[in-house]
């Protein structure tokens, strides 16, 4: 499976999921309020808070909450959480594996919610280990296209920052890069003129399971169902999906 695919699927999948505004915005200041506390408050020094404020931007969060935010994350207000990064993994239906990233601020929550997410939507909770060396940590930046904007010419402005591979995607050219260059990358890509669209550090899989449209609408719903806990941040699994079935699975 591409990394187009892969990373197509998934911007495809999520796009549903994130028309729940509500959740979206608080998942997005959560992960600007954990940036602030652990690299400090300035953006300018802090790749990874840079990164979680324009994606929060970039979905229309409001200013005001960014910058309470942020306060919260650096000490400067008080009410800040005191939040915990916690992975777990699962199966799916048809043996695709999943990789759930949580941010909580309640541990016992969080492994309920996740264990009866995945239960209840036909899949099994797997031991650690046994599902994530299915996946690589990389970096992902996603570069809008524009008219004039060839692949080579993205190649060109990210390859001596350390980019492995550029995809099109359609209407964005996705970028991958090893997770310790996503910033070096970024910051390629912006001082070379590209729109830079988002730029994350992704579990891609080295691996994947190829499914029908029952098989897709099965995974589909638990995937979806996990997302939709507060308390997750990402979800990641290795199945391929087909652009005509995902289409189907989407109507």
């Excluded at 909450?65 to 306060?71: L, T």
């Excluded at 797997?126 to 994530?132: K, R």
């Excluded at 995607?169 to 996705?174: I, K, N, P, R, S």
Aim: net charge negative; charged share 25%.
């Amino acid at each position: 499976m591409s990394g187009h695919s892969k990373w197509a699927t998934t911007k495809h999948k999520k796009a549903v999921i994130d028309a729940r505004r509500g959740k979206l915005f608080a998942k997005l200041i959560k992960t600007v309020e954990v940036a602030a506390k652990t690299g400090g408050g300035d953006p300018a020094g802090n790749p990874t808070l840079a990164d979680a404020i324009a994606k929060a931007k970039s979905q229309s969060v409001p200013n005001d909450n960014i910058d309470r935010a942020v306060k919260r994350g650096s000490g400067e207000l008080a009410g800040g959480a005191s939040y915990e990064e916690i992975t777990y993994e699962a199966y799916a239906p048809n043996g695709v594996a999943v990789l759930v990233e949580c941010l909580t601020d309640n541990r016992n929550r969080a492994a309920s919610d996740v264990r009866v997410a995945i239960t209840r939507n036909g899949g099994s909770v797997a031991d650690p280990g046994s599902v994530s060396y299915l996946f690589n940590r990389k970096g992902v930046v996603l570069v809008t296209k524009t008219p004039e904007l060839g692949e080579d010419d993205v190649l060109t402005a990210v390859l001596d920052a350390g980019a492995e591979e550029v995809n099109d995607l359609g209407d964005a050219f996705e970028v991958v890069s090893e997770a310790t260059d996503l910033n070096a990358v970024r910051v390629a890509a912006t001082d070379a003129g590209l729109t830079v669209a988002s730029a994350d550090l992704s579990w891609l899989p080295s691996v994947s399971v190829p499914l029908d449209e029952e098989a897709a609408r099965k995974v589909l719903k638990l995937v979806e169902a996990l997302e939709d806990l507060d308390d997750v941040q990402n979800v990641w699994f290795n199945a391929d999906i087909s652009d005509e079935i995902m289409e189907l699975v989407s109507a």
